[in-house]
């Protein structure tokens, strides 16, 4: 990847905090934006998120962190769970930014994209796409010609794992994050398709 690229993300919040959940860690959102910028010269991220009004204060942390949130609203279910699928956002916006980016990062292991993927690696534009882990992702991301486009993120435990910070004095921490509902509501989606 060229430093001087102008990047985009498109990150399928879902997909990506399951998966990492799967494993047994929980992301730091905070250093996976500088992750993105540092590595892969992403100026913009876009982060798909299912709208939960409890989660407000999350979304508020995301925003500051450099993230541009884009929501959908979610469908709560008399079972208790919580169905706020954004695959057609993360295409529609990706599309709708693709004269502003040089290259797209594709944040998901999600075969819904194939057609967006094909897309971008056709025209040019596909910078990579990031799989949140390596064991568990769509075979219509495996074909031969995305194979050079794919990074996995099993590996990157060490660098981007949450670690629970102490309070600052105004009491603005990223560890209240997760006192704040950043749970995602797991166990309401955990046995949901991605």
């Not at 860690?25 to 905070?30: N, P, T, Y």
């Not at 596909?126 to 064991?135: G, T």
């Not at 031969?144 to 949450?162: T, V």
């Not at 006192?179 to 995602?184: C, D, F, K, T």
Request: aromatic residues 16%; hydrophobic residues 35%; glycine residues 6%.
């Amino acid at each position: 990847m060229k430093k001087d690229r102008n990047n985009y993300a498109f990150i399928d919040s879902q997909n990506l905090n399951l998966n990492i959940r799967n494993q047994g860690w929980i992301l730091d959102f905070a250093r996976f934006r500088l992750y993105l910028k540092e590595k892969y010269g992403v100026n913009r991220a876009f982060l798909f998120v299912g709208y939960v009004e409890e989660n407000k204060k999350m979304y508020e942390f995301l925003n500051r962190t450099g993230y541009v949130c884009i929501f959908k609203p979610t469908l709560e279910y008399k079972d208790g769970t919580t169905k706020g699928n954004c695959d057609a956002e993360l295409v529609l916006q990706a599309m709708i930014e693709y004269p502003r980016y040089d290259g797209a990062v594709i944040v998901s292991g999600d075969g819904d994209f194939h057609c967006l993927v094909k897309y971008l690696l056709e025209n040019n534009k596909l910078e990579l796409i990031i799989i949140p882990n390596k064991l568990r992702f769509s075979a219509l991301l495996k074909f031969k010609i995305f194979r050079p486009y794919l990074r996995y993120m099993n590996d990157l435990r060490e660098k981007l794992e949450y670690k629970k910070k102490r309070p600052h004095k105004d009491e603005t921490l990223y560890g209240n994050l997760f006192r704040w509902g950043y749970s995602y509501r797991i166990s309401a989606t955990k046995n949901m398709s991605s």
